[in-house]
């Protein structure tokens, strides 16, 4: 009885031992990342079990501001240009906000696709069916896209690196409100396609970018779309009663089709040529990948080319 007793008494404290051992492998050994929750632009709750690994973006501004916290996708919108975010090349063409190929989005079989706000909020069951998770959000002003930037960095835990980038364009919008000219520019932003443009509003990302670099928006009281309620329809006799002293053009298409488009369509009033920036021939063909969709974090180059803009037409 002695023996057994002794017995136990030695072998007990190994026993446990081992035991914590195990535990602590078990423990070392919890390779995965933890659970992710996030509230997107719709108020929508969404839970991950990990950090995503495949991302579909279905916006340019979600590619560069994923890539900007040092992520990557696998799928993104389809390009006719030069893309924006030259390591996204590789990357499976899965169509954009307007019109999804949910086919390509299956077979990537992403964790998580990344749409707009209120654009793809019908199309979430389907994208859902797939097994990915959805992320809604939008960029109708520099704000949302600070806004874009943090939940992104929620999503890849990134939070730090969210809050650089923010500051970064907070610090940008200073020196820019710290050098706004006493007497604002006219302006009129108009953003075209052949046979149809539209006035940019304020509520837009454009007229947002427009006012915060120092411009007046000589449409910002027309009545916005039923369609796009961002744009209104061109009114003739009111920009030339507003005579704007400069014209911004913005397109995703050809931009001089756009410029000849919106001309042609002004002509028709014989007081277009009385125009201060018709007589001074000041048009500018805003850069596509900075104006018409959301360039994410280069949201800072827009504020800088409008600003330059404004300064050199004094």
Known sequence: ??????????ILPFVLMGCAQSQSKADNGKTGPAAVSVTDFADR?????????RIVALSNGEVDIVYALGGEVVGRPNSNGPLAVKEAESAEEVGSTHSIDIEKITALQPDVVLGGHPMNMKDVPAIEGTGAKVILSGANSVDDIKKQVSLLGELLGKEEKSKEIITDIDNKMAEIRSELPEEQPRVLL????PGTNMAALPNSLSGNLLELAGGKNIASDYPGLDSYPQYAQLNTERIIESNPEIILLMSHGNPQEVKDSFM???????????LDAVKNDRFV???S??????????????LEFLQKTFKEMK
Request: proline letters at 6%; glycine letters at 8%; aromatic letters at 6%.
């Open 190 to 193: 108009v953003y075209g396609a």
């Open 1 to 10: 009885m002695r023996r057994r007793l002794l017995l136990s008494t030695i």
């Open 264 to 274: 042609n369509e002004m002509k028709k009033n014989a007081g277009w040529k009385d």
């Open 289 to 302: 990948e900075l104006f018409g969709t959301n360039p994410g974090t280069r949201v800072i180059e827009s």
């Open 285 to 287: 063909i805003l850069p």
């Open 45 to 53: 709750t969404v839970d991950l079990d990990q950090v995503p690994e």
